[in-house]
């Protein structure tokens, strides 16, 4: 029998390609990748899901510490939010996903690879293009996208092939991941309405306010409230506590791969806080220029990750002039939690570039004087005294 490799949630998608694909006459095996959204009683229940259905095999790959070496890291590093609001928690970790599985195929010698995703959103395109890239010998199988199916054609075929299941469509479709969980439902299908309370994951507990103090060592976050973490515990650590104040909420709105807009709920608290303590910190550490290269770059870095752009040479290059930039991002940064709100106080660093004695704003300075200023001022008048003299007042 020829071999398939599915990319498996135990859903109801992924349960119809199993049975699907074993009519087509492949041998099915199931993968899960977790890139830190499942609990270990959610990966039991996919296990004994996929047990009961038939697949010839199903394997769970844990991939959460190399998404976060090889990923997340430069999110943080570059402060990169799509369109100033999304932390890209379901485009980046896509294709850590996709490739996992895309190398379980290629170890298998498996003839196809298959996934669930339909023809409407990103996903397809973030799952075709690295099964290409990793694996192409392999042919690509998406039966839900190429037989247009609805929910309740699915639900028949599987009733007739005798496998039983609460299929029952929860009102909001929920994506967790260790870097933020993407909710949709009636509400992001429209323009102008906000998920409800109840549609996001974590309900408000707190209603007071707390401090938090995040460590940072070369741009990485290494500590919470004082306790050394590695950075995949103080991500999930600083979650644990910020969430309890419905802190990270937000829709994001933004340009699919495939041409059309579209919305998406998400909630998001460690990483907004991480990335907005990170840049209040390197405003303090980085030069004028560093800041402003690296804004350009994590830009483009953010957009080419979100559109499946992940193993392009590029990233790796401008990967490497994020990670250069950190050597002095290296201090505290304390952060207020409120109820569905943050901010950052301050910081803290022996890099801190306020700390020079040699000048302070509006105050102080040893650095110059006021016939320095009145040189340098009229230099850099210079090119625009020529162009009115020139053309006249650009003003008129």
């Known amino acids: ?50 047990s009961t259905i038939g697949v010839a095999s199903y394997k769970a790959i844990r991939v959460t510490n190399k998404f976060y070496d090889k990923c997340i890291k430069y999110l943080i590093f570059g402060n990169i939010l799509k369109n100033n609001t999304y932390p ?19 170890e298998l010698g498996a003839d196809a690879i298959a996934h669930g995703s339909t023809g409407a959103g990103n996903d397809q395109v973030r799952f075709d293009m690295a099964f290409h890239i990793i694996y192409p010998q392999a042919e690509i199988i998406t039966p839900i996208r190429d037989n247009n199916l609805t929910r309740q054609e699915e639900i028949d075929f599987l009733t007739k092939h005798g496998v039983e299941g609460d299929w029952s469509k929860a009102e909001y479709s929920i994506n967790k991941g260790i870097w933020g969980t993407s909710v949709g ?20 507990q707190k209603n007071d306010s707390e401090a938090v103090e995040l460590t940072f060592k070369a741009g990485e976050v290494v500590g919470i409230n004082g306790e050394e973490l ?21 829709v994001h709105v933004g340009d699919t791969i ?40 994590a830009n483009w870095y953010g957009n080419l990750l979100h559109e499946g752009q992940y193993l392009d040479p ?17 201090g505290t940064a304390k952060v207020k939690l409120s109820p569905n709100h943050f901010q950052v106080l301050g910081i803290e660093s022996k890099h801190d570039l306020m700390n020079s004695d040699a000048a302070q704003y509006g105050e102080i300075n040893t650095l110059w004087n006021g016939d320095d200023v009145r040189g340098f001022s009229k230099i850099a008048a210079v090119p625009n005294i020529i162009f009115n003299a020139v053309n006249g007042s650009i003003l008129d």
């Open 230 to 250: 590695d950075p995949v515990s103080a991500i999930n650590k600083l979650n644990e506590i910020a969430c309890q104040y419905g802190i990270g909420r937000d």
């Open 88 to 106: 890209l928690s379901v485009s980046a970790e896509r294709i850590f996903q996709a490739v996992a599985i895309a190398q379980y195929a290629k």
């Open 258 to 297: 495939v041409g059309i807009k579209g919305r998406v709920g998400f909630e998001a608290a460690a990483p907004l806080i991480i990335i907005k303590a990170h840049h209040t910190l390197e405003k303090h550490t980085l030069a004028k220029w560093q800041l402003y290269w690296k804004e350009q770059l």
């Open 185 to 204: 439902g009636k509400e992001t299908l429209t323009s102008d309405q906000f998920l409800p309370e109840d549609a996001f994951p974590s309900q408000i």
């Open 1 to 50: 029998m020829k071999k398939v490799v599915l990319a498996y949630s135990g859903g109801l998608d992924t349960t119809y390609c199993v049975k699907y694909l074993g009519d087509l006459g492949y041998e099915v095996h199931a993968v899960l990748v977790d890139t830190g959204g499942f609990s270990e009683e959610e990966l039991a229940f996919v296990e004994k899901r996929a």
């Open 314 to 330: 590029v990233m790796r290059n401008i990967e490497t002039f994020l990670q250069d930039t950190q050597k002095y991002v290296t």
